[in-house]
């Protein structure tokens, strides 16, 4: 199934790369590579489950594992596997301005942070404060509007364009 930005709503984080689109269903089963990604006979919602509780010896190995959509955003891979055991291939289709900032004000929470940007009314919210080095914060900006917050940076950098 390929998705695209406006799809990607209906994946369920933690995805796991996947090194090529070639995977095959049989009774159940997911293959890639004649090795099992997914046993579907097993019970439990995620896929992890499903991986422990299968008999079938060889397993094909999940190694890089993407936890948010932000992640997803920053890779060049393009097949994908999602925590319900749903394959996929991310279509990169719309393009965005990638812009940094300074980072003004650094909001310590109980289990987050606000991070406060110049040229920027709202704060987002990050899982921890970047380094105290990182003065300056790149935002991807969609359709002329703040989005994400996409890396951090010791200095300001040009202008540019991610495609998303």
Known sequence: MV????????????????????????????????KVVDDRNMKGDTLGVRRLQTSYPSMFPLKRQIDSFNGL?????KTFIDSKGRPFIYEKSTWCSLQYSRIKKK???D?????????????????????????FAGVLYLSGLPWILYEYSDSRKKKTRRKV
Not at 73 to 77: A, F, I, N, V
């Open 3 to 34: 998705i695209t930005l406006k799809d990607v709503r209906n994946v369920e984080f933690p995805i796991y790369v996947l090194p090529h689109e070639d995977w095959s269903f049989s009774d159940g089963l997911m293959f890639m590579d004649g």
């Open 73 to 77: 955003l920053k890779q060049s891979q």
């Open 107 to 109: 909001e310590l929470r």
């Open 111 to 135: 289990e987050y942070c606000l991070l406060w940007l110049e040229n920027t009314s709202s704060p987002f919210s990050v899982p921890r404060p970047p380094e105290a080095t990182m003065a």
